[in-house]
């Protein structure tokens, strides 16, 4: 069965470093997601890609941030300057239209 | 946006018990619902899906309820068992047009007790 992979599962980090993790989506899927999760807390959406651009982000989504689609498969989110509270759960997940499929999360400690 | 409210925020049950999580929402223009399973250390997985035109789904143990008159809609888990024991969390689509960004709620942490 086709799923989602994230790579690293664990990213540690010194505050104002810079991290890339990054995301193979299921190769037929259209839309592409990063969503984040803090310890305890519920899934947030950050940002939304579609047809090589971003169509939707959040307010989490600062100009610290930033998505690209480098080749045809992978599917990377950048932080530039890392802060404390960065460190969550961060997914990805892709999805043909409705149907979000969710990969296995990069843990990011921000020390 | 949408508003979108999950409970019970924890539930423990018993193996063999009945589990039922409720998600309330505000926009009545939503025609999708989907129910997600977290395990510890994954991600949300989806485990059934309803459209707005059918009042009930079910697949095996795990079912999904619509009242779209009342703006919510419920998973039912029958005959729990200890393997059930995760997160559960709703979602639910914008309102019509734009991208699909689907807010979820808080989630429904479950523990099924041998």
């Known amino acids: 069965e086709p799923e989602v992979t994230q790579t690293p599962s664990h990213q540690v980090t010194q505050m104002g470093q810079e991290v890339i993790l990054r995301c193979v989506p299921i190769s037929n899927h259209l839309y592409f997601y990063w969503y984040r999760q803090i310890l305890g807390q519920k899934v947030e959406f950050l940002v939304s890609?579609?047809?090589?651009?971003?169509?939707?982000k959040s307010e989490i989504f600062d100009d610290q941030f930033s998505v690209e689609r480098p080749d045809g498969s992978n599917f990377t989110l950048k932080i530039r300057s890392t802060k404390l509270e960065d460190s969550a759960m961060y997914f990805c997940?892709?999805?043909?239209?409705?149907?979000?499929?969710f990969g296995s999360g990069t843990q990011l400690s921000v020390l | 946006g949408e508003n979108v409210e999950q409970h019970p925020s924890t539930l423990s049950v018993q193996e063999g018990d009945s589990a039922v999580i409720k998600c309330t929402y505000s926009?009545?223009?939503?025609?999708?619902f989907p129910w997600y399973k977290q395990e510890l250390g994954k991600g949300p997985q989806l485990i059934i899906d309803i459209r707005s035109n059918v009042g009930e789904k079910k697949d095996q143990r795990i079912a999904v309820t619509l009242n779209k008159t009342a703006k919510h809609f419920s998973l039912h888990i029958t005959e729990t068992q200890p393997e059930d024991s995760a997160v559960y969390f709703c979602a639910v689509p914008p309102p019509s047009g734009g991208s699909y960004i689907p807010t979820f709620g808080r989630g429904t942490s479950l523990i099924v007790h041998p």
């Open positions: 926009d009545s223009a939503s025609n999708y």
């Open positions: 890609f579609y047809n090589n651009e971003i169509s939707e």
């Open positions: 997940a892709s999805s043909t239209i409705e149907k979000l499929f």
